[in-house]
């Protein structure tokens, strides 16, 4: 029995006990805290205190009974203000183990998932500089959400949208004409020093335009940026150009809709959307007086065209600088006939780098972690991606370097990679000494203790944990889950002898209980696009 099944259960239970309709407030069961005794805790009682017009300890305790009943359910408490705590049999934690074990790819598989399309579009930073930190927590978050929407069985494509067109790449350019011909910069140009290295790169006797001077910078810096993410675990199904949309009339297109629409007037010499919505109350421009479209609708384009390429969900995430821009896509595309609610936005925070228990100021650009891959040459990969989805996006992260740094049990993804090391070598050790491990076993006769219980218990979770990551749009779930599971292992390690000469059912029972936390802990980590090691 799963989490989702033994919910089914629970709610067909509280509707036929309340008599409640259809649409009342499904239970939702999530892991007890550390000091309840119990394997799952649920608030249901709290959500439908004003619908059922009782306190929610009373209706907690009028359902115990109820609950008990229910065929792996061996106990039911309540906690103030009306938490219901269960525990389960223990069969049914073991039937989740083995079935975790036999059948690891498709244990998390959803059939109902794949029918959806969804694409991911996350980084897409302009090429017009190396990539940021920023843009690394950009791509965890995004990258890491990918995989576990894949993990339960989504379709999903991963895009770059990559803008070569438009004020910024014609900035570009003439700042790096201006380096090559050592002349002074224009105003608002790019002053970066990677642009004098850049210049250098300029064959002799090239007669470039301004044009060519954009191209030539935008390709090499888009080429830096592939060789980030590929350095960053991070790959792309697609780089979309934002250049072929204006190649092939796209923009004009969107824009000649909206007219036909009335979304559009024109004031000042400009195109203007009108939004007439209080979110978002202030009118954009769609096109300047120069005649040249914004980025706006250029945006609104690239988005009609992944409606069009089949995509049913899309999912932006943006840095919490375009705060005020999801407003007015959302408006946009709504004008387009699109469902707001297929349109996603995460917003991540900054990353303030601590150095020594002194926090970087970032904006000064002259720290040399500025740039991803400094951080990357600095720290690892592994590091990078796990401190990343340590926390949620709308969360300011301190990174702290040195932390980063430790091969001690204080840096989290240490932490967790040693578990995993560490039943490699228990698994080997056990290999070498010939003791089969039972992948399948008797489960009449098996007696779990406090330690082993806990940890098949966190197991119960996993699946649970993911639709979480998938419900908030954030892996910060998963990586904190992983280091609970990493926590509950160390007891357990410390106090049960897993090769036990003997005693050899035990030790069979036990190396079956490591073996589902090391594949647990290698599924979670590779979600992350964290390396697991046999050997630390």
Not at 131 to 139: D, K, N, T, W
Not at 304 to 328: C, E, M, P, Q, S
Request: hydrophobic share 35%; charged share 25%.
């Amino acid at each position: 029995m799963t989490l989702n099944e033994l919910n089914i259960k629970i709610a067909q239970v509280l509707k036929e006990k309340f008599k409640l309709a259809d649409n009342f407030p499904v239970p939702s069961l999530s892991a007890s805290p550390s000091h309840i005794d119990a394997d799952l805790s649920c608030s249901w009682a709290m959500q439908s205190a004003k619908l059922l017009k009782k306190s929610p300890a009373e209706i907690a305790k009028s359902i115990t009974d109820d609950l008990q009943k229910i065929e792996g359910i061996v106990k039911v408490t309540v906690s103030p203000p009306g938490f219901i705590n269960l525990t389960l049999n223990e069969t049914v934690l073991l039937d989740n183990y083995k079935n975790f074990i036999s059948d690891t790819e498709k244990y998390n598989k959803s059939e109902t998932a794949s029918k959806e399309k969804i694409l991911i579009e996350f980084v897409s930073a302009n090429p017009t500089g190396p990539l940021h930190i920023a843009s690394g927590r950009g791509a965890s978050i995004g990258d890491s959400l990918s995989n576990i929407f894949e993990e339960l069985g989504h379709r999903v494509l991963r895009e770059y949208y990559v803008n070569d067109t438009g004020t910024q790449a014609r900035l570009l350019g003439v700042s790096l004409k201006a380096r090559h011909m050592q002349s002074e910069l224009p105003e608002n140009g790019y002053q970066g020093e990677y642009l004098i290295e850049l210049a250098k790169k300029i064959p002799k006797n090239a007669k470039f335009t301004d044009e060519d001077y954009s191209k030539f910078a935008i390709e090499n810096l888009l080429s830096l940026h592939k060789k980030d993410m590929s350095a960053f675990n991070v790959k792309f199904d697609n780089w979309f150009r934002e250049s072929a949309l204006h190649y092939e009339g796209a923009v004009n297109a969107t824009l000649e809709f909206l007219n036909s629409k009335s979304k559009t007037y024109k004031k000042d010499g400009a195109v203007w959307f009108g939004t007439y919505n209080d979110k978002d109350a202030e009118d954009r421009v769609l096109v300047r007086k120069d005649k040249h479209p914004t980025y706006f609708l250029s945006d609104l384009t690239y988005h009609k065209n992944k409606y069009d390429r089949g995509f049913d969900t899309l999912i932006d995430v943006w840095g919490a600088d375009h705060h005020g821009y999801v407003a007015r896509m959302q408006e946009g595309l709504k004008a387009m006939g699109f469902k707001p609610e297929s349109f996603k936005v995460i917003l991540h925070q900054f990353v303030h780098l601590s150095i020594g228990g002194k926090v970087v100021q970032m904006s000064k650009r002259s720290g040399r972690f500025e740039t991803l891959k400094n951080l990357i040459d600095e720290v690892g990969v592994d590091a990078c991606r796990f401190f990343f989805a340590l926390r949620s996006p709308n969360s300011h992260l301190t990174f702290d370097t040195e932390l980063a740094k430790k091969k001690t049990q204080e840096n989290p993804v240490y932490y967790v990679q040693y578990v995993h090391a560490r039943i490699c070598s228990i698994l080997s050790n056990a290999k070498e000494q010939k003791i089969k491990i039972d992948f399948n076993p008797d489960f009449k006769d098996i007696k779990l203790c406090k330690e082993e219980r806990a940890l098949l218990s966190k197991l119960f979770h996993f699946n649970n944990v993911l639709q979480m990551c998938v419900k908030d749009l954030s892996p910060h779930h998963l990586a904190n889950y992983l280091t609970e599971f990493a926590g509950l292992f160390h007891p357990f390690y410390d106090k049960c002898k897993v090769l036990d000469e003997t005693n050899a059912k035990l030790t069979r029972q036990r190396l079956f209980i490591c073996r589902g936390v090391q594949i647990a802990i290698k599924k979670g980590l590779n979600i992350l696009g964290v390396s697991v090691p046999e050997r630390m």
